[in-house]
């Protein structure tokens, strides 16, 4: 069994991998990745790899790390980093090192699925687009804020307006918070339609991230929801 660990801008995931299939841990926010939660969850385990995502906070990532050297220090731990070349893809970055790893991993993952040009929109704190042809040579990508980066920029950058965070009837709204989650679930299903439009007919649309199951229900494009893509990128560099 191997432990595998995507550590994100706002939360913790991380699923135990063996025989090829992935069991899903508990989700941890960032206040919640204490010692002493990360030693309950883990020590009964017994893992033969490590592997790290880390694009969240360094400090958390040095929680992480004492625990699992404290628990399993015969075991080596694989911080993963972004490639020029592996697994099938080619970073299309000028300074391939400055793609992020979350989006480096699921490039991979979703290079094994397919070989078609694929397009993958993490839909999480921010909202990343990257774009995969059929040899596996990623296009280049785009980044935007995500759904509640969008709503608190709204809050605390006008007077009046209010932290909307609850679900509303999706369309034109009569009301300010039912306007503000429609404007901004319409902005990322409008941001996924407008490269969609631009892309080969065969384009794969996949959506992953915490906030792809919201905006998968309202893309006007057929698409395949996979939410731990960066999980399943991690399993395959092991």
Known sequence: MNLLLDLGNSRLKWACAENGQLQLGQTLLHHEITPQTLRALWQDFRPKKIAISCVGKAELLNVITTITRELWNDISVHIATTQVCAFGVTNGYSQPEKLGVDRWLALIAVRQKTTVPVCIVDC???ITVDVLDADGNHQGGLIC??????KTALAFNTADLPLANSPHHVGLAIETEAAIYNGTLFAACGLIERVMSELPANTA??????DAPIIAAHTCKSLTLETNLVLQGLAITL
């Open 124 to 126: 999480g704190t921010a």
């Open 205 to 210: 649309l996949f959506l992953t991230g915490g």
């Open 145 to 150: 804020a995500g759904l509640m980066l969008m």
